[in-house]
């Protein structure tokens, strides 16, 4: 067993909330959708017709600068069309559920015995592939790379993040190492599987056979999988790794053992402002809607904040909105749109800061209910040594954010911006007195690169 | 609470573009903000914010000067009695400083309010809250005999040249208090040396005691009379001439610990100022050429501002060094140069003011040799990967 890397940076942000550990199966959404931004970098192109029948696992829309990659419909249905936004940029692509699904098949095989293109076709013919992401740019990966190395979080350290060892279990664990052993067939290198000491014991995990190992100790962002390959097989410049999430090595595992795209997964319901936070078992794209009903604090929907994903990283969505492609968690928050009298001066007793400069720090044990608001105004760089707090590794923070801020190219591939995404910045973001945007910024630097390069 | 934000709401449309006093919006948003918190809520990226601001960090730094504030008041009307040979009470001497000292922060505040205020609407940006803490820093670096006119020109000179040329809080080069003392100090140097630390306009019926010197006891030292420096236990409380806020070593480590402890500041450049002016102290101690080499290692911290620049000056986030490692050198070197200039050359008693100026410019070449420094680990991490694929190919 290798040794613990130990990461004493980062922040536990203590947040009210937390899923209790109670799964319940979700019944059928009216609507399911999939959301073509969550694909960063994708341009779809539809295959579809309003009202066309599809099958669970059959094709909804391509991506125009790689016809390959295809998303396909998480549920059998019909098509119902898309919301367009500014631009006629297409934010959801609509699916009107049947009572029972009907799975397309892909004839299952056991990927120890298949080619490494047979598998890489089965992922692109299922649609699974949009699973597997690369670094650096955090983009969908590229078929024709064979990446360094494969890397896999099992666990996820975000605020109220759901609990990875909870979500696989049963018969989810056998598709698990199917699914490992499918991304073992898809690089020369090898797939890491990293997880949490102390807290991680399922032995799906700890037991995973074809994997390396590494176990990782610390506060967030430590689930962080671009934190862990920086620890343990960094990306140069030049380099490519990919990773995917633990669920979808389960339904990769899935596609291997049955042949179709069962779409299910597991996300945790969080937040202050959820009346019974829990576990369901959803179908990929799922609504939200059926999750809220008699579950809120308030039925004022523009005092909340629903987000799919963590309140670091995810993405603001509407009470009847859809679940994110990766995203394994919903949170809801209330907004902050109140002004707040003399806040500079207050003690503000029930507000939270990584800082010393409330009384937070005093009183580690408790937990908060934090809202939307930005809590000041935006300002110049002028704190320093804050980012660094937060951020365990070898990058600086402040100086890539400025490479970024006046387009030096040449300095941002020097400071190491390959190795991260915005998501592991995303503290440094939360904790900024001089209220930065950090994550824009490098969302911004990395897009800018990769158009400078392509 | 309710009716000032009634009373908001109904003023508040009047400073929306376009509307009658639209140009003034950024003066109304300063007032406004300084009452309410926004409540703008994130739009992108993280979708919660830690509760500090600018604000209230600046806030801390002002709650931190106090103690060697009010200490510095105490300490001008004790100096007066001092010199004319009474004994005071406490609150007499208290009351006598504060009409002396409140006077300059007034016109301190008032001046760089206007000024920072004058900015913000005619460059349409938010005001900087930064001149509340120079404004504070400026009163304390002087000495209580200063003229009022000479406050504000330090000020607006501090806001101006110190900052706003550059862009406001934050893109500054040099500590703007520091740089409108260096200011004064070669500009009008009558009013900033000699016997300018004591009120000596005598009251009616008061009579300066004989062979009285109002010189500070760096100026003692540097005049060779080491003999003659008040005791140490003083020294270290701070009952002896200087500037406003220099005096007590007491009061100031009372702030300075307030900072560290909140993290406004940053103890690691002010353990490393330390650390240097110990170091270079030593050094002259064993060099021991003549009486100002041999002042022994902790009279060198007692004395002068060198404890103010330390904690206060120093830790000026945006002119120190920006990286960690860079944070220790820069602060070493404060603290060596200090004391450097100090006994070499007598005829700038107080080097900390330079020796932090000339830090501040050296501060970015300090980031550059770590920034640098970072970017070579990388370099070399990838020269190793690519030996290693290079040899694992057949």
């Given at each position: 067993m290798s040794k613990t890397i130990r990461l004493r940076k980062g922040l536990n942000i203590p947040l009210k909330g937390e899923a209790e550990k109670i799964l319940t199966n979700a019944g059928r959404s009216s609507t399911y959708a999939i959301k073509p931004p969550d694909f960063h970098g994708l341009v779809p192109r539809m295959l579809l017709q309003e009202g066309e029948e599809v099958k669970a696992g059959a094709p909804l829309f391509y991506n125009k600068h790689d016809e390959r990659i295809i998303i396909t419909s998480p549920v059998s249905g019909q098509y119902a069309g898309l919301v367009r936004g500014d631009k006629r940029r297409v934010l959801e692509v609509r699916l009107k559920p049947d009572a029972v699904d009907d799975y397309l098949d892909f004839g299952s095989a056991d990927p120890k015995t298949l080619s490494r293109n047979k598998v890489k076709e089965k992922l692109l013919a299922s649609g699974l592939w949009a699973t597997i992401r690369q670094r650096p740019y955090s983009i969908i990966a590229d078929p024709d790379d064979v990446p360094k190395s494969i890397f896999i979080s099992a666990f996820d350290s975000a605020p109220l993040a759901p609990d990875l060892d909870f979500i696989i279990n049963g018969h989810e664990a056998l598709a698990f190492q199917t699914g490992l052993d499918a991304l073992n067939r898809l690089t020369e290198g090898k797939v890491h599987l990293s997880i949490n000491e102390p807290q991680t014991m399922n032995k799906t995990f700890t037991h995973a056979s074809g994997v390396e190992i590494h176990r990782f100790s610390g506060p967030h962002p430590a689930g962080n999988v671009g934190i862990q390959i920086h620890h343990i097989d960094p990306v140069n410049s030049g380099d490519i790794v990919w990773y995917t999430d633990i669920q979808s090595v389960v339904i990769i595992g899935k596609l291997f053992e049955k042949g179709i795209y069962d779409s299910t997964k597991i996300i945790a319901l969080t937040g202050s402002e959820v009346l019974k936070p829990r576990y369901w078992r959803i179908k990929q794209g799922a609504s939200i809607e059926e999750l809220m009903k008699n579950n809120l604090?308030?039925?004022?929907?523009?005092?909340l904040r629903f987000i799919s994903g963590n309140v670091l990283t995810g993405s603001k969505i509407s009470r009847k909105s859809y679940i994110g492609f990766y995203d394994s968690q919903v949170t809801v928050i209330p907004e902050g749109n109140k002004p707040e009298f003399m806040g500079w001066l207050s003690p503000k007793l029930n507000k939270y800061s990584a800082s010393r400069t409330l009384f937070s720090y005093l009183t580690p044990w408790k937990k908060y209910r934090i809202d939307t608001n930005m809590h000041g105004g935006n300002r110049a760089f002028v704190i320093s040594g804050q980012y660094e707090k937060v951020l365990p590794m070898d990058i600086l923070p402040v100086q890539l954010i400025k490479a970024i801020m006046i387009n030096d190219i040449e300095m941002m591939e020097k400071l190491g911006i390959y190795e991260v995404a915005p998501e592991d910045l995303a503290l440094c973001e939360f904790v900024c007195t001089s209220k930065t945007e950090v994550q824009s910024i490098i969302k911004e630097g990395l897009d800018r690169l990769r158009k400078e390069l392509s | 609470m309710k009716i000032i934000k009634d009373i908001r709401d109904k003023i508040r449309p009047h400073f929306d573009k376009g509307a009658r006093f639209g140009r003034f919006y950024r003066a109304w948003e300063a007032f406004d903000t300084f009452l309410f918190v926004p409540e703008k809520t994130t739009s992108q990226g993280s979708h919660i914010r830690d509760a500090v601001d600018m604000k209230r960090t600046m806030v801390y730094v002002i709650i931190a000067l106090i103690p060697p504030l009010l200490f510095g008041i105490w300490n001008t009307g004790y100096q007066y009695y001092q010199a004319v040979g009474i004994d005071p009470a406490m609150l007499e001497a208290f009351s006598f400083g504060l009409i002396r000292v409140l006077p300059i922060i007034i016109v301190s505040y008032a001046s760089g309010l206007a000024i920072e205020f004058l900015f913000a609407v005619v460059r349409d940006k938010e005001v900087n809250e930064g001149f509340l803490v120079t404004g504070m820093l400026v009163v304390l670096i002087l000495p209580a005999t200063v003229p009022l006119w000479m406050v504000a020109v330090a000020n607006i000179f501090a806001v101006i040249i110190g900052k706003e040329i550059f862009g406001g809080t934050g893109m500054n080069i040099v500590n703007p208090a520091l740089l409108s003392r260096a200011f004064i100090l070669f500009g009008y140097p009558a009013y900033l040396s000699g016997e300018v630390y004591t009120y000596t306009r005598l009251q009616e019926g008061h009579q300066l005691v004989d062979g009285y010197s109002g010189v500070t006891p760096l100026s003692l030292v540097a005049e060779g009379k080491t003999e003659a420096l008040p005791s140490d236990l003083s020294m270290f409380i701070g009952n002896m001439p200087g500037v406003i806020g220099e005096t007590s070593f007491a009061a100031i480590m009372l702030g300075g610990l307030f900072l560290a402890i909140t993290g406004v500041a940053s103890w690691r450049i002010i353990i490393s100022v330390f650390a240097g002016g110990i170091f270079m102290s030593w050094l002259f101690n064993i060099i021991a050429l003549n009486e100002y080499m041999m002042i022994p290692i902790h009279q060198h911290l007692l004395l002068g501002a060198f404890a103010f620049g330390a904690v206060y000056m120093a830790t000026d986030p945006v002119t120190a060094a920006q990286t960690r490692q860079g944070k220790y050198i820069y602060g070493f070197l404060i603290g060596v140069l200090t004391i450097l200039i100090r006994v070499v050359n007598p005829g700038f008693p107080g080097g900390v003011m330079l020796a932090i100026l000339m830090m501040n410019v050296f501060a970015p070449l300090i980031d550059y040799y770590v920034v640098e420094a970072n970017i070579r680990r990388r370099m070399k991490r990838l020269k190793k990967a690519n030996i290693i694929a290079n040899e694992s190919k057949p």
């Open positions: 604090t308030t039925e004022d929907n523009s005092s | -």
